[in-house]
């Protein structure tokens, strides 16, 4: 192993970056629960794909779990009500994003009995046909809980047509300041590997790889333990190097095969969940529990108890600072998720979703700000890539408007995870360049596909008016021939009538 | 892109930083200069301190001047990232000890206004401005840049002391005979030229020594070879420079050395003259490995190594100057942008040619 690590330094293989990770000490903490907030707020767009549809109405009294609002389309998520309650409001509250824009929510006053719903349960979960377990997690608002948030039974289902043969499970946890997962699977395991063995029938996959990073011991002994009696799943401890718990990168430290970049991991018959989706799987399938609750970590130096709290989602970000003791001196940046990925929070009057991970109370040091200088073409960044692309050619490119130049090189391939910018010298803001660049492209795609049907319509336009004026002018020759025709009749008339006469 | 997404304060991730700078980098390339710097001062004594000190601060001054000049708002900020400082301390590595006042402050002048500010600052200049200054040099006052001195260490009596160093550097007399003497790459070149070969001329009592403690003429940069490769060895071990430059430069110059001296002895030096003459290792660690004139990537780094070192060897052997490097390097640096086009890595999902890979038939079943 030695041997082959100091191989690969001298190949230069060696992608990503060792940030500090700073999990220490909010994962030795055990998961608390939190004092319901008063009032929850779930945005119906919490995961990819199109907006739940609200399936209540204001001043509707509902029990938790029970469903609030539904899949909308072949790629969506319902919604359940994490906690017994009323209905308040159906209406735009600010989103968790760095933008502060407003979206649709439904509102919930909790009336603190927190009741669930009375729900049937399966005697034998694992006798459950494939699709019998996929439409359960759907119904169970079941998305990626890595941060990815696509609905996790579309995948399950992919998995299905597509032959899978190796499931693998994501207990990376890659990011910095981040133990939500760590935890889960050191306190969880037994209900994590039982998730596993669901969504191993499910998919149509052979065995389960579960990747964890040798950062996390603890929870590399649960898991062993708690798979030790199932064969088909197996725990692989991988370095600890970001972006580890990318699926591209994992998929290929865990089966060395590598995903095409216009392909999906299905394709190369590998399918990617995370741990905590695994746990949600077994809690949706076996108990008949939706997806209501979560794990986040609140870390950072400003925040007073570090640690991993179980969340109803729909709790302010504000709510949650509280009930964990608030913060301690100058908060410099709230952020939602990892600080390599993370996004940063304008205010914290915005809800828990099914994605966050993590609500990181940075401080001034921590959130240190740089003035970009000037790229020494150092190419630390080309060396940091985990995707084996020129951060530097392409941020140059896009400094100088050129888009196309910026595309040629990969831009479509950047994963954004801020390994460039992490080791940048001169500090320069690369992944802001590259969401930029990103959102120029798509705007651009969006602008060629409006031409294009603008084109087709005014296309269709030009040949209606055509066929119209086509058969205007064939209309009027009938009617003219008509009418020759008819004269020449009343013509021919009385000259027979003459000769007749 | 708009201006307003390169003014306003970055909101993107990461929000996190390995702690990397400019300036620290600069700093720890300086460290791994300081143990050859300060032996060669023991060596030729202060004159070639009185050298090093202005070469650096003509190069700082006329980088203040041409920032002051483009309307730069954060002269001091840049001026001190240790950058122009960096070149200067590399141009004095690679001037004959002895050489005048007016050699640093023309060569500070050629090196920042001329090699790095006119294509615009940091991380634009297309050629190594230290390699730019040294050969401009040398080009245009081929006397005082070829006129070498014994090494007299400080300790010895006959060493100038701290005002005869200065007056040495400062009227730059003509300086005595038995001080003066010639590189081993100059002697070898000259009494060749002279149908002399090699057996003879470094047979003979004048001959120039070969010393890795490098007690021998020629500049600070070439005189000290073993602390030179260890600065080297530590920019690799602390991830300044990756090793591929450096070992591409050295095999690039040592394997053509090895086939000539094997087939022709008199007529080509050995691996280890060509090796410890020169600025075969300040060259190899110090120059070619410059981040802004050298390739990107790993293998376009091995490709540039080994044309400086193979230019090198060339230019030592059939060229007209004696020493090879700083030519090799200027040459290699046009050829980067080149190299830099043609050699990407592969992105993941890719092949080399950029396009995705084929989706498997069978998936391992």
Redesign the interface.
């Known amino acids: 192993m030695g041997f082959m690590n100091l191989f690969k330094t001298?190949l230069?293989n060696h992608w990503g970056?060792h940030?500090a990770d700073h999990k220490r000490p909010a994962s030795e903490q055990a998961v608390q629960r939190l004092p319901l907030a008063p009032r929850l707020h779930l945005m119906l767009s919490q995961h990819v794909g199109a907006p739940a549809r609200p399936v209540v109405l204001v001043g509707q009294k509902v029990l938790k779990g029970e469903l609030i609002a539904t899949a909308q389309g072949n790629i969506s998520a319902p919604l359940h009500a994490p906690t017994s309650g009323v209905i308040t409001a159906i209406g735009e509250i600010t989103a968790p994003h760095?933008s502060g824009l407003p979206a649709m929510a439904i509102s919930l006053d909790a009336d603190g009995e927190d009741r669930w719903l009375e729900v049937e349960r399966p005697a034998d979960p694992y006798s459950l046909a494939p699709d019998d377990i996929a439409a359960r997690v759907a119904a169970a608002g079941v998305v990626g809980l890595g941060g990815a948030t696509f609905p996790s039974s579309v995948k399950l289902n992919l998995g299905r047509r597509s032959?899978?043969?190796?499931l693998i499970i994501n207990g990376s946890e890659c990011e910095?300041y981040l133990s939500c997962d760590d935890r889960l699977m050191r306190d969880r395991a037994a209900e994590i590997v039982s998730g596993i063995r669901l969504m191993l029938i499910a998919t149509g996959a052979r065995v389960a790889k579960v990747g964890i990073e040798d950062n996390k011991p603890e929870a590399i002994a649960a898991m062993c333990e708690a798979a030790a009696r199932w064969d088909e799943v197996v725990v692989v401890v991988v370095p600890a190097r970001y972006p580890m718990g990318s699926d591209?990168?994992l998929i290929?430290e865990l089966t060395g095969?590598?995903?095409?970049?216009?392909?999906r991991a299905a394709?190369?018959?590998v399918i990617v969940h995370n741990v905590g989706t695994a746990y949600a799987v077994q809690q949706a399938v076996c108990l008949g529990r939706p997806l209501v609750s979560r794990l986040i970590t609140i870390n950072g130096k400003a925040a007073v108890a570090p640690g991993n709290y179980e969340v109803p989602l729909g709790t302010l970000v504000c709510d949650l600072i509280a009930f964990t003791g608030g913060t301690q001196g100058e908060v410099a940046?709230v952020?939602m998720?990892g600080?390599?990925?993370?996004?940063?929070l304008p205010q914290t009057r915005v809800p828990v979703v099914k994605g966050t991970s993590g609500i990181?109370l940075?401080d001034a040091g921590?959130?240190?700000?740089?003035e970009?200088?000037?790229?020494?073409?150092?190419?630390?960044c080309?060396?940091a890539?985990?995707?084996?692309?020129?951060p530097?050619?392409m941020s140059a490119h896009?400094?100088?408007?050129d888009l196309d130049g910026a595309v040629?090189?990969?831009l479509a391939?950047c994963i954004?995870c801020?390994c460039c910018?992490?080791?940048?010298?001169?500090?320069i803001?690369l992944?802001?360049?590259f969401?930029?660049?990103k959102g120029d492209l798509q705007a651009r795609q969006r602008d060629q596909l409006r031409s294009e049907s603008t084109k087709k319509l005014a296309l269709a336009r030009q040949g209606r008016m055509e066929r119209e004026a086509r058969e205007k002018a064939e209309a009027a020759a009938r009617r003219k021939a008509e009418r020759a025709a008819q004269q020449a009749a009343a013509a021919v008339a009385p000259n027979k009538t003459g000769e007749i006469a | 892109?708009n201006s307003a997404?390169?003014t306003a304060?970055?909101?993107?991730?990461?929000?996190?930083?390995?702690g990397?700078?400019?300036t620290?980098?600069m700093f720890r390339v300086q460290m791994a200069l300081v143990p050859a710097t300060l032996y060669g001062f023991w060596l030729f004594g202060w004159p070639s301190f009185f050298l090093w000190l202005l070469t650096i601060l003509s190069c700082l001054g006329f980088e203040a001047l041409a920032l002051k000049m483009m309307g730069v708002t954060r002269i001091k900020r840049?001026l001190f990232?240790g950058?122009a400082l960096l070149t200067g301390w590399l141009l004095a590595m690679t001037l004959p000890p002895w050489a005048p006042w007016w050699v640093a402050v023309v060569g500070g002048f050629i090196a920042i206004v001329i090699g790095k500010q006119v294509f615009g600052?940091?991380?634009?200049n297309v050629f190594n401005p230290a390699m730019v200054a040294r050969v401009a040099l040398l080009v245009s006052f081929p006397v005082p840049l070829t006129m070498w001195v014994s090494p007299l260490p400080l300790t010895s009596l006959a060493a100038p002391d701290f005002i005869d160093g200065l007056r040495i550097f400062l009227t730059s007399l003509p300086q005595p005979d038995a001080m003066a003497s010639a590189s081993l790459l100059g002697h070898a070149k000259t009494e060749l030229s002279r149908g002399i070969d090699l057996f003879h001329s470094l047979a003979g009592e004048h001959a120039p020594a070969l010393s890795w403690i490098g007690a021998r003429s020629g500049s600070l940069g070439e005189s000290a070879s073993l602390l030179i490769l260890a600065g080297g060895i530590y920019l690799i071990g602390v991830g300044i420079i990756?090793?591929?430059t450096p070992a591409a430069v050295l095999a690039g110059l040592a394997i053509p050395a090895a086939i000539g001296h094997a087939v022709d002895p008199g007529h080509y030096l050995s691996v280890s003259a060509h090796m410890l003459s020169g600025a075969a290792m300040l060259g190899a660690f110090f120059i070619a490995t410059d981040?802004?004139t050298s390739p990107?990537?790993?293998a376009g780094q091995i490709v540039f190594g080994l044309g400086v070192g193979f230019m090198t060897w060339v230019i030592r052997t059939w060229g007209g100057y004696p020493e090879g490097m700083a030519f090799a390097v200027l040459l290699m640096n046009a050829l980067t942008p080149v190299i830099?086009r043609f050699i990407?890595?592969?992105?993941?999902?890719?092949d080399r040619k950029?396009k995705?890979?084929?989706?498997?038939e069978s998936?391992?079943?």
């Not at chain 2, 304060?9 to 390995?18: D, E, L, M, N, V």
Request: net charge negative; hydrophobic share 35%; with cysteine.
């Open positions: 001298f230069g970056v940030p760095t032959s899978i043969d190796t910095p591209r990168q290929v095969r590598e995903v095409p970049s216009d392909a394709d190369v018959g940046k952020v998720g600080p390599m990925m993370g996004a940063v990181l940075l921590e959130a240190a700000a740089f970009p200088e000037a790229c020494i073409r150092c190419s630390s080309v060396k890539c985990p995707m084996g692309l020129l530097l050619e896009i400094r100088n408007d040629d090189l990969g391939d954004a801020g910018a992490y080791v940048c010298p001169s500090h803001p992944v802001q360049y969401y930029h660049a | 892109m997404a390169i304060q970055p909101i993107a991730s990461p929000h996190a930083h390995g990397n700078s400019v620290r980098t840049t990232d950058s600052g940091v991380g634009q990756s090793w591929h981040y802004v990107n990537t790993p830099d990407k890595p592969r992105i993941l999902g890719r950029g995705p890979l084929d989706i498997p998936k391992g079943a």
